[in-house]
């Protein structure tokens, strides 16, 4: 049965638990005493109005109740319900006459907010928590997440299927009609599948929108908003809350709250802007901690962190800020830690400013450097590894981030190594994802080449059928194999567009990198990118390089680069920013019909860090060492 809050006879600003005359503690947002039905000594008891007006849930004796139902069952339980009802309803009656003359008098755009829009919302958010209650599917997620139906119901958090219509009839049975939920739930037909909601309230706890979760992992849009509305509100923001947290995640928020961290708001993975700041001020805030969650990029997440604390500075705001460790959330910290272990942190933090924050991430990375390190098994490579090329493998310690110059002589070998090393880290890796970016090659060319190396046949052999039906079979079990890591987007070859250029590679390269974190990328053909900024430097193999060391200290991730190096007796002479600019020269040599490949760096300790002969299959042309 749906709660029907119209049978207490109460309107939710009509009643409210400061009227009980029971002592009462501030938890979060809501309101916690000791439970009068089970253990008076045992504060389990909360008072909350997530779905628009003030019930009571006991979170361990599992009571629960509008307030009516709470003074009829802690003050006249000798009654039967009927008589007991009427004696709740006058002990309430005094307040509502006070209310209905108080709201006489309140301004027009104050009824606006809290008139037609947040009814239909908060029958929505009702409709929701009931199909909660129903919903196998939504109780296992929330369990995975460590929450239960009792405590959602704190929150007001519920479930919609993605079909509109069961709670449309719902709402003519309440009187609201078709077109009042089309306008004002506006986005309700747009997202028809299932997903968590969560209300959202202004500082005044009026909705001003329902947000809706997926459950999928992964998803690509995993917050979406039913109601169209202002985008700046900070999630569960509160009145007279002098130091917000500001965290990302709503569960982070959430879990947060229920814990009885108080103040603790969220911007739903939405870039912090002085619009939020403004509204946490007129709350009263007059410092705020910025909580975020560990970015792979570090230098970029050091850079958004002093936006922020410019924003705050320009409000006189106080500013901390603190990055958790790797692959932690607040969700995640304060069930295994509690509470008093983030608010110790946070108290133990000092106030930002642009120097003390450049201190501190650069006391954080050590510490981060250190124990990455210490981690990491003598035994084990810290990067990538390679089967075909095990020696350079065990020299280098396996593929890292950096940006490595692949070149060679003759010229053409070079883009043979390139796929050969692609191959190589597809096949031994298998989390890594491998963009492979021809600027020289159609793909259909480099689809024959891997096919071939795949096979151990000539590029010639898999273009067309075979007369011998297991080389055809052989062929065919490859391109499956080939295709399997496409779909399972662990390989992509880019071609060249008129439109690609290197603005438009790293806008690209990083939404690949937020989605796949073990990202290579390979560019084969470094002399054809398209440069379309730097126009201050006139060199243009020095403006490559310095748009490629761009690309590298913003993605961290490895880049080979293939282009032309020239050489003469003396060894390799230029392009000069290329050599210098690399982190290492993969330089490969046919001399006699032998290939020796040599890898060379001046940052690494070593000038020559390997040298080694190279095997070329005569039919496939795979490389690997010998």
């Known amino acids: 049965m749906l709660i029907d809050k119209d049978r207490t006879g109460l309107q939710s600003i009509k009643t409210n638990p400061r009227q009980l005359g029971i002592p009462l503690s501030r938890w979060g947002r809501n309101l916690i005493s000791s439970c009068p039905f ?32 709470f003074v009829m069952r802690s003050h006249f339980n000798g009654l039967d319900e009927q008589a007991a009802r009427v004696e709740a309803l006058d002990f309430f009656g005094a307040q509502e006459e006070k209310e209905l003359n108080k709201l006489e008098y309140e301004h027009p755009w104050v009824k606006e907010i809290g008139g037609e829009k947040a009814r239909v919302l908060e029958q929505f958010v009702s409709y929701c928590h009931w199909a909660a209650c129903k919903s196998q599917s939504s109780a296992e997620f929330l369990a995975k997440r460590g929450w239960n139906i009792g405590q959602a119901q704190l929150y007001g958090i519920g479930y919609y299927s993605g079909d ?21 739930l506006d986005n309700l037909e747009a997202y028809r599948e299932p997903r968590i909601t969560i209300p959202a309230r202004n500082s005044k706890g009026i909705i001003h929108s329902v947000y809706g979760r997926s459950m999928e992992e992964n998803h690509p849009h995993p917050y979406i908003s039913y109601a169209s509305g202002p985008a700046d509100i900070p999630f569960n923001i509160q009145s007279e809350n002098e130091k917000p947290i500001i965290v990302e995640g709503f569960f982070d928020a959430l879990t947060a709250d229920l814990a009885g961290i108080p103040g603790v708001v969220s911007t739903m993975y939405q870039e912090l802007t002085q619009s939020h700041l403004y509204k946490l001020k007129a709350c009263g ?43 932690e959330t607040i969700d995640k910290v304060v069930r295994k830690n509690g509470a008093d272990q983030l608010l110790e942190l946070i108290q133990n933090t000092q106030e930002d400013t642009i120097h003390t924050h450049r201190r501190s991430v650069m006391l954080q990375d050590i510490k981060e450097n250190f124990d990455n390190a210490m981690a990491c098994p003598s035994t084990t490579s810290v990067g990538y590894s390679l089967s075909n090329f095990s020696q350079l493998n065990s020299t280098i310690d396996g593929v890292q981030s950096g940006c490595f110059f692949v070149s060679s002589q003759p010229f053409g070998l070079k883009t043979i190594l390139l796929s050969s090393l692609a191959l190589d880290l597809v096949e031994t890796n298998p989390k890594i994802k491998v963009i492979y970016i021809a600027l020289e090659t159609p793909r259909r060319q480099l689809f024959d080449r891997f096919i071939a190396m795949m096979t151990g046949e000539s590029v010639l052999s898999v273009k067309k059928q075979c007369e011998s039906e297991a080389m ?79 690309l590298y200290k913003a993605l961290d991730i490895p880049i080979f680069l293939g282009g032309e190096l ?15 600019d690399s982190d290492t020269i993969y330089w490969l040599e046919s001399k006699g019909g032998n290939l020796f490949l040599s890898v060379d760096s001046k940052r690494l300790g070593r000038s020559h860090l390997y040298q080694g002969n190279i095997i070329m299959d005569s039919v496939s042309n795979r490389m690997r060492e010998e």
């Open 38 to 69: 089970h253990a008076p000594e045992e504060t389990s008891l909360f008072f909350y109005d997530a779905l628009g007006y003030w019930r009571y849930r006991c979170l361990q004796c599992g009571n629960e109740g509008d307030l009516v139902e």
């Open 164 to 184: 509109p219509e069961p709670f449309v009839s719902y709402c003519m049975l309440s009187g609201i009609e078709r077109h009042q939920i089309s306008f004002y």
């Open 285 to 327: 805030a007059e410092s705020v901690t910025v909580m975020l969650r560990r970015d792979l990029n570090r230098r970029q997440q050091e850079l958004q962190i002093q936006k922020y604390l410019t924003l705050g500075e320009n409000l006189n705001l106080k500013f901390k800020s603190i990055i958790l460790p790797k692959g």
């Open 472 to 550: 055809n079979t052989k062929i065919l079990e490859a391109t499956k194999e080939l295709i399997s890591y496409v779909r399972h987007n662990r390989l992509e070859i880019w071609e060249d567009t008129p439109a690609f250029d290197n603005i438009e590679m790293l806008r690209i390269l990083k939404e690949e990198l937020k989605e796949h974190p073990d990202l290579a990328v390979i560019v084969d053909g470094i002399d054809h990118l398209r440069i379309t900024d730097r126009g201050d430097i006139s060199d243009i193999h020095e403006r490559r390089s310095t748009v490629m060391l761009d």
């Open 566 to 580: 020239i050489y003469d007796e003396t060894g390799l002479i230029g392009p000069r920013s290329y050599l210098r």
